[in-house]
């Protein structure tokens, strides 16, 4: 019974992680949803379909971290947040082309897996940047 008690104040203690990874399975179904959408549905190039997926998704995951996750209510810094997360979001995009490009092109990966492995591999990194550096 101990051993519960202490994972479930593991999970309360680490809240923002947890928030994040929420926020990152919302923004990453959001995301997959729409690279299906402009790939197979409007019939446009997966690599286009990505980078167009990730804007769109950009936003909602900035004001879900900021004001859900990290509770940042502050209104006078969320330029500054914002640049700060699209300049991470931009080292995530070109990640995110580069392993999309090696993982379909190269290896012939499915485009929605591919996409998926990369989300996964960028968790970890992103929660850093936003907790360390952007909503600090």
Do not use: P
Not at 67 to 86: A, D, I, N, P
């Amino acid at each position: 019974m101990n051993n519960i008690k202490n994972k479930i104040s593991d999970i309360y203690k680490n809240r923002m992680f947890v928030k994040s990874f929420v926020v990152g399975c919302v923004c990453a179904a959001l995301q997959l949803s729409l690279l299906f959408v402009f790939t197979d549905v409007l019939s446009f190039n997966y690599w286009v379909s990505a980078n167009i997926s990730f804007i769109f998704t950009f936003f909602a995951n900035f004001f879900l971290q900021k004001y859900w996750t990290f509770f940042e209510q502050t209104v006078g810094r969320v330029h500054l947040q914002m640049f700060k997360f699209f300049l991470n979001s931009l080292l995530n995009l070109i990640v995110n082309g580069a392993f999309m490009y090696l993982f379909v092109s190269i290896f012939g990966v499915w485009y929605l897996l591919s996409q998926a492995i990369i989300t996964i591999m960028l968790f970890l990194f992103n929660f850093i940047m936003y907790k360390y550096f952007i909503f600090i």
